[in-house]
């Protein structure tokens, strides 16, 4: 028993240390690797417009504009209220009493300052437009009178043209030969001379021949003349 104790032993200081595998359990499962994110396409960017000073100008004065309580329009409608003959002594009074309501009227005056320029924008734009449309006008007008013209110039050419077709026409149609007659001209008797040589009734023209000429006598008796 020791012999074998020993050699135990022994052994053990050589032996390598040994890994223990559990066979039932499931082989661990490496994770993937992340694919790599797919690049943005590269939109190319147009620059920003620049902005209007004027406009930006404008907007901001309409964003920070607050209209007063009581502004240029109900100031209109108190004007029209009141008389027109002493103007100095009325707008005294109106003073007078917007300031006793705590109104001022220099708010009312920016107010109006502030629709003056928005009517004259206004004015400004459809002045433009009425520009725009009596040019188009214009051209339409233009285009028009052309193409009057046109069908006017068109017409008289149709109208030569149909006359010269039908002198045509007609000149075929005379010359073409009237049809002959079938019974042929017409023969006209000959009338046999009457009278003698002599000049006296019932004479013979020739003096020759034994045909009888007979003549009347201014009696009323028939002679018979024979050679």
Do not use: C, W
Not at 23 to 32: F, H, I, S
Not at 80 to 96: F, G, I
């Amino acid at each position: 028993m020791g012999l074998f104790d020993k050699r135990k032993k022994g052994g053990d200081d050589f032996d390598s240390p040994v890994e223990n595998i559990d066979l039932n359990a499931p082989p661990a499962v490496q994770p993937a690797a992340s694919a790599p994110a797919p690049l943005a396409a590269s939109t190319p960017t147009r620059p920003a417009p620049e902005p209007d000073p004027d406009a930006a100008a404008e907007s901001e004065m309409d964003d920070d504009y607050d209209a007063p309580a009581y502004g240029i329009d109900d100031a209109i409608e108190l004007m029209r209220s009141l008389p027109t003959d002493n103007v100095e002594l009325v707008v005294q009074v109106v003073k007078k009493t917007l300031e006793s309501t705590k109104v001022k009227v220099r708010s009312i005056i920016d107010d109006a300052s502030r629709k003056q320029k928005d009517i004259e924008g206004r004015i400004d734009v459809l002045k433009k437009e009425i520009a725009e449309y009596e040019q188009e006008i214009a051209t339409r007008r233009e285009e028009i009178a052309k193409l009057e013209a046109d069908h006017a110039e068109t017409t008289t050419v149709k109208e030569r043209l149909e006359l010269a077709e039908k002198l045509t026409t007609g000149a075929r149609g005379s010359a073409k030969p009237a049809p002959a007659s079938a019974s042929g001209p017409a023969s006209h008797p000959k009338t046999p001379a009457v009278g003698g040589s002599g000049g006296r009734p019932g004479a013979s023209g020739s003096g020759t021949g034994s045909t009888p000429s007979t003549g009347t006598s201014p009696k009323g008796t028939t002679i018979i003349a024979k050679k």
